[in-house]
């Protein structure tokens, strides 16, 4: 089956930037899309970026400028930079499959504070 491995969250200040990665195994992930979604305490889970085979992206309004999706196939791995984090982006970062979303790995916790 699928196995997501997310890694790089952390506590930064607001305005700065991190990026984060997941590892894929399972299947062929070069002609999969991959999404990134997170989800904040007593919140549903939210998609905020999105990459499908021909790498095209789609992200969600409120994070539309200030996050990038792209992955590298050769490693199996799509990434999420973020770049002017505010305190809002605080939440769990967890990667997935969008069209049928399967088990959800450990997630990377990001926390936006001064």
């Known amino acids: 089956q699928v196995q997501l491995v997310e890694s790089g969250g952390g506590l930064v200040q607001p305005g700065e930037s991190l990026r984060l990665s997941c590892q894929v195994s399972g299947t062929i992930f070069s002609s999969r899309a991959m999404a990134w979604y997170r989800q904040a305490p007593g919140k549903q889970r939210e998609r905020v970026a999105t990459i499908v085979p021909g790498a095209s992206t789609f992200y969600a309004d409120s994070v539309k400028g200030r996050f990038t999706i792209f992955k590298d196939n050769a490693r199996n791995t799509v990434y999420l930079q973020m770049n002017s984090l505010k305190s809002e982006d605080t939440a769990v970062y967890y990667c997935?499959?969008?069209?049928?979303?399967?088990?959800w790995g450990q997630g990377t916790q990001v926390t936006v504070s001064s």
């Open positions: 997935n499959l969008p069209s049928a979303p399967g088990p």
